[in-house]
């Protein structure tokens, strides 16, 4: 079993940045495709940012191109997403993901965090 705890998430205006943390505990993290989720109220879960196994690939959904980064250190057990440019419509819970393929397909992920809310204000 992998344990995922997100951290970093919170307020922040229109064009700010934040950075979430997923530290993974429980078993060795360097086997698994990481990424990052998100679910806006009254919307479907939506993957955001995936990594492969020793961070030579990433992907990012659309809608992120060029203002968010999926980054991992192995050696710490913790993949990040740096977010830059905040808009209104990136207002979400996000979740840290853990599983054996890079897909956008949630059911494909083994692990997930108890997610952390982004709030971003217009």
């Known amino acids: 079993q992998v344990q995922l705890v997100e951290s970093g998430g919170g307020l922040v205006q229109t064009g700010g940045s934040l950075r979430l943390s997923c530290a993974a505990s429980?078993?060795?993290?360097?086997?698994?495709?990481m990424g990052w989720f998100r679910q806006a109220p009254g919307k479907e879960r939506e993957f955001v940012a995936g990594?492969?196994?020793?961070?030579?690939?990433?992907y990012q959904t659309d809608s992120v191109k060029g203002r968010f980064t999926i980054s991992r250190d192995n050696a710490k057990n913790t993949v990040y997403l740096q977010m830059n440019s905040l808009k209104p419509e990136d207002t979400a819970v996000y979740y840290c993901?853990?599983?054996?393929?890079?897909?956008?397909?949630?059911?494909?992920?083994?692990?997930w965090g108890q997610g952390t809310q982004v709030t971003v204000s217009s």
């Open positions: 993901v853990g599983g054996g393929v890079l897909t956008v397909t949630s059911g494909a992920y083994d692990y």
């Open positions: 429980g078993r060795t993290f360097s086997p698994y495709v």
């Open positions: 990594i492969t196994r020793r961070g030579v690939s990433t």
